[in-house]
C-alpha cells in the first residue's frame, strides 16, 4: 500500500534540506569600496559569521515555506489520488499536513521523519478503532437474555456481502453465541438459495418466505423464531441495492424501523476506491450505518478505500474480508493498516 510514498517523502524532504545552499554563500566586498582600515574589520567580522553559519548550517534548522510547500504537496496529493484516496480526503491530508509544517523550523537530519510522523498522526486521526462485534453481543445477551442480537447487512451486488455474513456467522460461533439467517433479499434470483448453502454448511436455520416476500416481514419472523428459540443472533441478508435507487433505499429504511437492528454494517469491496466511498455514504445517509466491511483487501495493493470510507462516513473498519473461505476475516487494525502504508518503519 503507498508503496511509493516512503521514496516521496524522501525525496521531497531531500530537496528541502538543500534549500539553504545558496543562503550560506555570504558575498565579501571589493577592497576598493570601503577604506582599507574598514575593510579589515569588516573581513574578519565577515569570516565570522560565516565560520558560525557553516556550523549552524550542519546541525541547524530549516524551515518549509509554504511556496515550496505547494510545489511537492501536488506530487503528494497525486500519490494519494493514485492509491484511490477520495478527493476530499487527499485535500483534508494536504491541508492537515500544511497546517503542521508550513513555517515551522526543523533540524534539517530530522525533517524526513518529522513529516513522515505529520502523516502518521493525520491517518490515525481521520481512522476510527473498531469496537468489539463479540464484546456487543455478549453485553446484550448479559442484559436481556430473550433479545437477540440484531445484525443488519448492506451494500450493492458483487460486494461479497451474503459470504460476509457466512463469515461473521462462523465466527460468532466460535465464541459460543447462536445465530440464525434471515433471508431479506427477496429480489434477487438465488439470493435465497445462495443463503441456505451458507446455513446448511454452518448448522445455521434460515428463516424465509419466498421471492416477492415483503423483507420487513421475512426479518420480523426471524426476529421472533430467534426468541422463542432462545438463539442469540439475528443476521440479516438484504437485497443488494445501488446507492442511487432511492425507492430501494426506501425499503431499507422500512427494514430498520421494522426490526430494530442492533448494528448496522455496511459491505464493500476494497478495490472499487470511489464507488465503493459513493455507496457508504448513501447507505449511511438512508439508515445510518454504524460500521463497515470491506471485501477483496487480499488483492487491494493500494489501501486508499479503507482510509476514504472511514473519513467520508466517520465510522470503523470492523473487518476485511481476504479470501472466499470462512475463515478469511480479520479484525481490521488500524495500527497494521499504517504500518503497511510504510509510516510506521
Not at 557553516?54 to 524551515?63: E, L, M, N, R, Y
Not at 441495492?241 to 429504511?253: D, G, P, S, V
Request: one cysteine or more; a positive charge.
Amino acid at each position: 500500500m503507498f508503496h511509493k510514498l516512503k521514496e516521496k517523502l524522501k525525496s521531497w524532504t531531500s530537496k528541502i534540506s538543500k534549500k539553504t545552499a545558496k543562503e550560506d554563500y555570504v558575498e565579501i566586498p571589493k577592497k576598493s569600496e570601503i577604506k582599507e582600515q574598514e575593510y579589515a574589520l569588516d573581513a574578519e567580522k565577515i569570516k565570522k559569521e560565516g565560520f558560525f553559519k557553516k556550523i549552524t548550517t550542519k546541525i541547524g534548522k530549516v524551515k518549509i515555506s509554504e511556496k515550496e510547500f505547494e510545489i511537492y504537496s501536488e506530487e503528494l496529493e497525486m500519490l494519494l489520488l493514485e492509491n484511490n484516496v477520495a478527493v476530499e480526503v487527499a485535500e483534508k491530508i494536504i491541508s492537515e499536513l500544511k497546517l503542521r509544517i508550513v513555517g515551522k523550523e526543523f533540524l534539517k537530519k530530522e525533517i524526513e521523519e518529522v513529516i513522515k510522523d505529520c502523516f502518521k498522526e493525520i491517518i490515525e486521526e481521520i481512522l476510527i478503532s473498531p469496537f468489539d462485534v463479540v464484546e456487543k453481543v455478549k453485553e446484550k445477551v448479559a442484559e436481556q437474555a430473550k433479545e437477540p442480537y440484531v445484525i443488519l447487512f448492506c451494500g450493492i451486488n458483487g460486494s461479497g456481502k451474503t459470504t460476509t455474513i457466512a463469515k461473521i456467522a462462523r465466527f460468532l460461533k466460535e465464541n459460543k453465541f447462536s445465530c440464525v439467517f434471515a433471508a431479506a433479499d427477496t429480489f434477487r434470483a438465488a439470493s435465497i438459495e445462495q443463503l441456505r448453502k451458507h446455513g446448511d454448511k454452518l448448522g445455521i436455520k434460515v428463516i424465509s418466505q419466498g421471492y416477492g416476500a415483503d423483507p420487513a416481514a421475512v426479518c420480523f419472523d426471524a426476529i421472533q423464531y430467534a426468541k422463542k428459540n432462545f438463539i442469540n443472533c439475528v443476521l440479516i441478508d438484504t437485497a443488494g441495492r445501488m446507492h442511487t435507487a432511492k425507492n430501494l433505499l426506501k425499503e431499507m429504511e422500512k427494514i430498520v424501523k421494522v426490526c430494530k437492528p442492533d448494528l448496522k454494517i455496511f459491505v464493500g469491496e476494497s478495490i472499487t476506491g470511489n464507488d465503493a466511498i459513493e455507496q457508504a455514504r448513501s447507505f449511511d445517509w438512508a439508515i445510518g450505518i454504524d460500521g463497515i466491511v470491506l471485501t477483496k483487501a487480499d488483492i487491494d495493493e493500494k489501501g486508499g478505500t479503507a482510509l476514504s470510507v472511514g473519513y467520508v462516513t466517520k465510522k470503523p473498519i470492523l473487518y476485511l474480508g481476504t479470501g472466499q473461505e470462512y475463515n478469511r476475516i480479520i479484525v481490521f487494525d488500524k495500527q497494521k493498516f499504517i504500518k503497511d502504508l510504510g509510516l510506521d518503519e
